[in-house]
């Protein structure tokens, strides 16, 4: 199985699979409409827009307004997607969010492009690493992060079938594509890659594919590690997380953003609760990015392979 | 008995309601509700045409936001005289386990609320995203915005005239609560609006000017409106009100803007208001 995603051979941006899931949502759902701010080539909406050109409204750059006109849009019976970088999607954001679409409980999905380091030479200011954190703290929020092409054009389309706020996460950058085109995609339902026995590694976006490699590398050292994809951050798959740790007994969790307030902080809380286990986390810690190359950054902030590899080694020899 | 008096003791009764609501929960927003009271009789009683068997989306019907959600006390007893709920319920405002929540909520399910506001600044979007809906969906009805003048102050107001304007969203007539006051005290000294009429209209929107606290001169200015809409531009009213207007003690002041009058207070404020349809 490890091997068989691994041999992927295209690459894509999974915001490319946002923009593609929402131009099939366009033909299949005529409640679905779509907002941007000043950022419609970026998030790959142009084909949505060209072909539903009045089910689109470009907003200009004014992201708060276009949050209480898509909760509006939702209070009217349509299902609004806005787009912008995952930046001004949350922080910039964040007490419309919490007023006109959280609280207000609209059924608004806000999709948000260029998360995360792997954003990269725009730098600190829009590769936004507490998005997460933020937008899993509110009631009500469902936060997905997907991993690649075809998981982030599934999600889009699944989404628009659930009732309710969402906060869907996907980046820039060229990625595998290894998901199989087979995999269901479901709200809240984590995936597994590959069985082992020594380690769970629940990891979530760019970070499925690091977590994948780490594991293949650390199988030829005999280690034997579970990777599981969390791309459903909240509500988060409790039964998949114990399940897997009940056989493993060990954990290790990666993704492209602040330790604080992420998924690993989601598992340790429910592990402490529920099920205390050795665990490490992979995420960027405490700090700010900085301009680069993606994987540069990532190697740089402790999110390249070498990084999966050594926290997992770290939690077995612990 | 005129229709124009009827609903004069409409509003009346508003008031009474909004002073004894607040002073039962010894906190609240008296002074904008008060001034506003004429306003949403006119709106709710005349002007609107909307249906209290409550549904969300508000298909074939007007729709109103209130944007400035402080003035709770006069929406909910707007509602409630309007037959979305009963007016005992008015009995709950601001305690715990009520639908009627310090600011409107859609979270506790209340009749007639589509929106939670009172974060300043947003009801205004919701509303235009409301009116798009409209439009989408070839229904010819208006919807309602009503802000402060201080919540103007807020970037995201003038963020939605651009869209509004831009997007032609000429379904919808916002008003603004013109009291010239705020929490700190008079717009001017806390944060001059200048030439509120030059800028609206710079913006692009069809602009009308009304006294707030003249019933007659309301329901003109909102059929006005309603005459100036659907020609491409959004329409707004600066409604000229007074703080506090029908209880003297309260009038033309910002300090009771968000205070809860005491007993004595209370009896002053309900002799000068006229019970005209009975208390809750």
């Known amino acids: ?318 | 008995m005129t229709q124009l008096t009827s609903l004069e003791k409409t509003a009346t009764q508003i008031r009474r309601d909004i002073v004894r609501m607040v002073h039962s929960a010894s906190s609240g927003h008296p002074g904008g509700s008060l001034g506003c009271a004429d306003f949403f009789t006119a709106l709710y009683f005349s002007e609107m045409k909307h249906r209290p068997e409550f549904h969300m989306e508000g298909r074939g019907e007007d729709v109103f936001v209130l944007s400035n959600g402080h003035i709770s006390p006069v929406f909910y007893a707007t509602l409630a005289r309007s037959g979305y709920f009963d007016t005992e319920e008015l009995n709950s405002f601001r305690e715990i386990n009520s639908r009627l929540q310090g600011h409107p909520t859609t979270h506790e399910g209340l009749p007639g609320v589509r929106i939670s506001t009172g974060s300043l600044g947003q009801g205004l979007s919701v509303a235009i995203g409301i009116a798009l809906s409209k439009k989408l969906s070839d229904d010819d009805r208006y919807v309602y915005a009503l802000t402060g003048d201080g919540e103007l102050q807020e970037g995201q107001i003038w963020e939605a005239l651009m869209f509004a304007a831009h997007h032609r969203v000429d379904n919808l007539i916002v008003t603004v609560d013109w009291n010239g006051q705020q929490i700190d005290g008079p717009n001017d000294e806390v944060m001059s609006l200048g030439d509120l009429e030059a800028k609206w209209k710079s913006f692009g929107w069809e602009v009308l000017i009304m006294e707030g606290n003249q019933m007659e001169s309301v329901l003109n200015g909102l059929r006005e409106a309603k005459a100036r809409s659907g020609k491409d531009r959004p329409v707004v009213i600066l409604m000229k009100t007074e703080m506090g207007y029908g209880v003297d003690f309260m009038q033309g002041t910002h300090k009771w803007h968000g205070v809860a009058p005491d007993d004595d207070q209370l009896k002053s404020a309900l002799s000068q208001l006229e019970e005209t349809l009975g208390d809750y």
């Not at chain 1, 989404?159 to 269901?184: D, K, N, Q």
């Not at chain 1, 529920?274 to 986390?281: A, F, S, Y």
């Not at chain 1, 900085?290 to 190697?299: I, R, W």
């Open chain 1, 1 to 318: 199985m490890l091997k068989k995603l691994l041999n992927s051979k295209e690459k894509k941006a999974t915001r490319d699979g946002f923009g593609d899931g929402l131009y099939e949502l366009g033909k299949t759902n005529d409640k679905v409409v779509a907002l941007c701010a000043d950022l419609a080539g970026s998030l790959k909406m142009n084909k949505f827009i060209e072909s539903y050109p009045l089910r689109f409204f470009q907003c200009g750059v004014a992201e708060a307004n276009m949050m209480g006109v898509a909760a509006g849009l939702a209070t009217g019976g349509y299902i609004p997607f806005t787009g912008t970088f995952a930046n001004f999607s949350t922080g910039r954001v964040y007490d419309q969010i919490r007023q006109s679409i959280a609280y207000s409980n609209k059924n608004v999905k806000i999709c948000a492009s260029h998360a995360g380091l792997t954003l990269g030479e725009d730098g600190a200011t829009h590769q936004i690493l507490e998005d997460i954190g933020m937008m899993k703290m509110l009631p009500g929020m469902t936060v997905i992060n997907p991993c690649d092409y075809r998981q982030t054009k599934a999600a889009t389309k699944a989404i628009a079938e659930h009732s309710g706020p969402v906060y869907l996460r996907f980046g820039r950058p060229g990625w595998p594509i290894f998901m199989p085109e087979s995999t269901p995609f479901e709200i809240g339902k984590g995936i597994l890659l590959n069985e082992g026995s020594d380690i769970s590694v629940f990891a979530t976006g760019h970070m499925v594919w690091q977590a994948l490699q780490a594991a293949d590398q650390l199988a030829g050292e005999g280690i034997s590690c579970e990777v599981i994809n969390i791309h459903t951050i909240k509500p988060l798959d409790e039964e998949i997380i114990l399940d897997s740790v009940s056989k493993t007994g060990r954990v290790v969790s990666a993704e492209e953003h602040q330790i604080a307030g992420g998924l690993g902080e989601s598992i340790a809380s429910l592990l402490a609760r529920k099920r205390p286990t050795k665990m490490g986390i992979v995420g960027v810690n405490d700090s700010f990015g900085e301009s680069g190359k993606p994987t540069d950054l990532m190697d740089k902030y402790g999110l390249g392979v070498s990084d999966v590899k050594a926290a997992i080694k770290r939690v077995l020899e612990s």
